[in-house]
């Protein structure tokens, strides 16, 4: 029983902390230099795929060996009350039984963080819809439901990623097509106008106090408010962000 429950124990925190590590945050220069690592890992989970199914059937069967050898047991132990060493060769049974689940679960423990990086990561890269699905199916296979309802924040931003990437381009192009920016003197007011609508932005308002976002647009809405902060006169250009955010 002290093995059994130590691991248990193990298993609860490892929830905790993949819901604190879920989040990484990194450079622009660090995203996509992680990109062709992220699209290989798909593969890699693709490939584990087969063993993924395994685990859960032999812990499905494990389970079920451990009710059968317990209600054994139980009558074992009603029926020979005098053979102590059958009744202790069945609970060292049950002790290794209860070992290999408390391992299996591990596995499965591991493998739902891989699956959980890997949606995370898609909201810290560039816009991609057939990578999006498959964030989103990686997602939905997490086992743990504590973990997937913790984490739950990823699965929403992922399936409104498409929307809040046209809400934030078509800002920035309004921004940047605005005759007051490089007009010297509309620009101060253009720029009070332009943090203001920033700010007012419903990406911006939306994500604002929550623990998961999307890194990639907080990113370009954030190089932007500097760039409007900083600026001395009508300098600011925001094409290189546009074409960031193309679809």
Aim: net charge neutral; with cysteine; hydrophobic share 40%.
């Amino acid at each position: 029983m002290k093995i059994i429950i130590v691991m248990l124990f193990l298993l609860s925190s490892l929830s905790v902390a993949y819901a604190q590590e879920a989040t990484v945050t990194m450079s622009m220069t660090e995203y996509e230099m992680t990109k062709s690592k992220t699209d290989s890992l798909l593969l890699i989970l693709s490939n584990n795929q087969v063993e993924i199914d395994s685990l859960n059937t032999s812990l499905r069967e494990q389970n079920s060996v451990i009710k059968r050898l317990r209600g054994q047991l139980k009558d074992l132990s009603s029926l020979y009350q005098g053979n102590d060493s059958l009744i202790l060769t069945l609970k060292d049974s049950l002790s290794i039984q209860a070992n290999e689940i408390a391992r299996l679960k591990v596995e499965v423990a591991s493998l739902d963080m891989v699956r959980l990086r890997y949606a995370n990561g898609r909201l810290q890269l560039p816009y991609n819809q057939e990578k999006i699905n498959e964030a989103i199916e990686l997602f939905n296979g997490i086992s743990d439901e504590n973990l997937k309802n913790e984490c739950s924040e990823i699965l929403s931003w992922l399936r409104q990623y498409n929307f809040y990437l046209r809400e934030v381009k078509d800002l920035i192009q309004s921004l940047q097509s605005d005759t007051r920016r490089e007009n010297k003197f509309d620009f101060d007011a253009w720029r009070s106008y332009a943090l203001k609508s920033i700010n007012q932005n419903g990406y911006v308002k939306d994500s604002h106090g929550h623990y998961f976002t999307i890194i990639f647009l907080d990113e370009i809405i954030s190089i932007a408010k500097n760039r409007l902060t900083k600026a001395t006169k009508p300098t600011v250009d925001f094409s290189d962000l546009i074409d960031r955010l193309q679809l």
